[in-house]
C-alpha cells in the first residue's frame, strides 16, 4: 500500500525483536519458514528512499494490537477502498468483561471474594466447584472491600456487580 501511495520514507514499527533484527541483517536466521518473508522485505525494501525499523514491544502498543484485532475480524469486500476508522481517545478507560444479571441477586464474584477472605469454601461446594474457584482466584487479589483482576496489558481492573458495570457503561 505504501508503495502504491508513492511514500519515500516509511517507519515500521513491529512487536517481534527478532524479526526487525533478523529483516536488518542484524541477527541470522535459523527459521527456513521465515526466509521467504525477508527476502520479500527487502525487495520491497528498494522502494523507498528511507526505510526504518523499529522494534516496540507489544504491551506498550495496546492501540495497534487493538487496532490489528479488529482488522483480522472485518471482511472487505472491495479491497481497494476500506471505510476510515475513527478513533475517540478517553481520559478514563473502562473495560468490560461482559454483564450479566446474577440469578440469586449476589455479585458474581461472591464465592470468590469470600474464599479469598477467609480461605474457605462453601458447605457442600463440590470439588470441581472448589478447583473451579482456587483457579480463578490465581488472577485475582483483595485489596480492602474491593476484588482486583491482574492484567498484564492494563494493571488492575476492578471487579464490579452488574448494578455498578451499567452505570460504568452509561
Same mark, same amino acid.
Given at each position: 500500500?505504501?508503495?502504491? %501511495?508513492?511514500?519515500?520514507?516509511?517507519?515500521?514499527?513491529?512487536?517481534?525483536?527478532?524479526?526487525?533484527?533478523?529483516?536488518?541483517?542484524?541477527? @541470522? %536466521?535459523?527459521?527456513? !519458514?521465515?526466509?521467504?518473508?525477508? #527476502?520479500?522485505?527487502? !525487495? /520491497?525494501? !528498494?522502494?523507498?528512499?528511507?526505510?526504518?525499523?523499529?522494534?516496540?514491544?507489544?504491551?506498550?502498543?495496546? #492501540?495497534?494490537? $487493538?487496532?490489528? @484485532?479488529? $482488522?483480522?475480524?472485518?471482511?472487505?469486500?472491495? @479491497?481497494?477502498?476500506?471505510?476510515? /476508522?475513527? &478513533?475517540?481517545?478517553?481520559?478514563?478507560p473502562v473495560h468490560c468483561s461482559h454483564v450479566e444479571a446474577e440469578p440469586d441477586g449476589l455479585p458474581w464474584y461472591?464465592?470468590?471474594?469470600?474464599?479469598?477472605?477467609?480461605?474457605?469454601? /462453601?458447605?457442600?461446594? @463440590?470439588?470441581?466447584?472448589?478447583?473451579?474457584?482456587?483457579?480463578?482466584t490465581l488472577n485475582l487479589f483483595l485489596s480492602g472491600e474491593i476484588?482486583?483482576?491482574?492484567?498484564?496489558?492494563?494493571?488492575? #481492573?476492578?471487579?464490579?456487580?452488574?448494578?455498578?458495570?451499567?452505570?460504568? &457503561?452509561?
Open positions: 500500500m505504501a508503495i502504491d %501511495m508513492i511514500v519515500h520514507e516509511l517507519l515500521v514499527i513491529g512487536y517481534s525483536n527478532l524479526l526487525i533484527h533478523q529483516v536488518q541483517g542484524e541477527w @541470522t %536466521m535459523k527459521n527456513s !519458514k521465515i526466509i521467504p518473508y525477508v #527476502l520479500y522485505v527487502h !525487495k /520491497l525494501w !528498494k522502494s523507498f528512499r528511507k526505510i526504518e525499523f523499529r522494534h516496540t514491544p507489544r504491551i506498550q502498543n495496546e #492501540l495497534a494490537d $487493538a487496532l490489528s @484485532t479488529i $482488522a483480522s475480524m472485518i471482511k472487505h469486500l472491495d @479491497t481497494d477502498y476500506i471505510d476510515p /476508522l475513527d &478513533i475517540e481517545l478517553k481520559e478514563h461472591f464465592y470468590i471474594k469470600k474464599y479469598l477472605e477467609s480461605k474457605n469454601y /462453601l458447605e457442600d461446594a @463440590t470439588s470441581n466447584q472448589k478447583k473451579s474457584i482456587r483457579r480463578m476484588l482486583y483482576r491482574k492484567n498484564p496489558n492494563l494493571g488492575l #481492573l476492578g471487579c464490579v456487580d452488574v448494578v455498578e458495570a451499567a452505570k460504568l &457503561i452509561e
